[in-house]
């Protein structure tokens, strides 16, 4: 049985769930969307095991977006990202016995996360990354943690004429490349897309009248509409199930059901919960129930 301490954050854990309970904006400001994460006290691994290394280590590196509100922000002057990713990441952390100190957030876009996996340069990925079947035969994917599913992002104006992904054809409709979204567009939609590396720079052109619409999952574009509600719309029902899932090298079984467990885990006791509402539920999403997660190979 490992032993747990509660950790307050240096910006103090109670000034911060009362600021969270005030209600703030899509969480991409105030440095008040973190929950409160529970640090191990010397947690105990099967020797030379990942875990193991990283808790010896105190040290783990997160790959993660920081162009995506809700989801995985960095907030200029804040040291720790913000969104539902970033506190994922930390109640990982948490369970290897590593606190906010130990964690570097390295910024990964979306078609680079498999190499900086394979590469090393991150220990784990946490950056709306869909679990798939060909991301699975290169690198290890647990959880899911998360579903959600492809939509469209629209300019206000335009919300009654784009509102089917059929519409997407004959329009200039910008994703990005790498991304789960960019191929369904194109493979099962017959859009010519715009491929763009990041989803805040297909935002920039959907805002300056360059493309029409961007797509990718509803988490993603609520997170953007919620910084921009006048101008920007989320349209269509979901036309795509993303499942989430927490990146780490292949083939490391002990990782993934520790993964799998910390997951679990948070499910059972509310962390997951806490940490949703105060990340993408502050973007008006409902909290789901926690998804079943599939069994570590
Ligand atoms: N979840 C999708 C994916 O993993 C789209 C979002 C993203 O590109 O991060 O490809």
Redesign the pocket.
């Known amino acids: 049985m490992r032993l747990l301490k509660t950790r307050a954050l240096a910006t103090g854990a109670v000034l911060a769930l009362s600021l969270a309970a005030c209600g703030d904006d899509a969480g991409t400001g105030g440095g008040d969307s973190h929950i409160e994460v529970e640090v191990a006290e010397n947690p105990e691994f099967p020797e030379g095991s990942t875990m193991a290394k990283l808790a010896e280590a105190g040290e783990i590196t997160i790959g993660v ?1 920081k162009d995506q509100p809700g989801i995985g922000f960095e907030v200029p002057g804040e040291d720790i990202p913000e969104g539902f990713d970033i506190e994922i990441g930390r109640i990982i952390a948490g369970a290897l016995g590593i606190d906010d100190g130990g964690i570097t957030w390295k910024e990964t876009i ?1 078609d680079n996360r498999e190499p900086f996996l394979q590469e090393g340069e991150v220990d784990i990925v946490a ?4 679990i798939t079947e060909d991301r699975r035969k290169v690198v290890g994917q647990a959880g899911p943690y998360y579903v959600t599913g492809q939509q469209l992002l629209v300019r206000e104006e335009d919300k009654d004429t784009i509102t089917s992904p059929e519409d997407m054809k004959g329009i200039k409709v910008c994703s ?1 490349e790498g ?3 960019l191929e369904t567009a194109e493979v099962e939609y017959g859009a010519a897309p715009v491929p763009l590396p990041t989803y805040s720079e297909c935002v920039d052109q959907l805002e300056n009248g360059t493309v029409d619409a961007v797509t ?2 509803g988490a ?1 574009l609520l997170g953007y509409a919620a910084e921009n509600p006048d101008e920007l719309e989320v349209v269509t029902e979901p036309f795509s199930e ?1 499942r ?1 899932g927490i990146g780490y090298q292949k083939d490391d079984t002990e990782m993934c059901q520790f993964i799998n467990d910390t997951l679990e885990q948070s499910f059972e006791d509310g962390t997951w919960a806490a940490a949703f509402e105060a990340t993408l539920g502050e973007a008006g999403v409902e909290t789901p129930e926690p998804p079943a997660l599939d069994p570590c190979e």
């Open positions: 977006k979306s950056a709306s990354y869909s990005v991304s789960t979204s990718t999952d993603i993303e989430y």
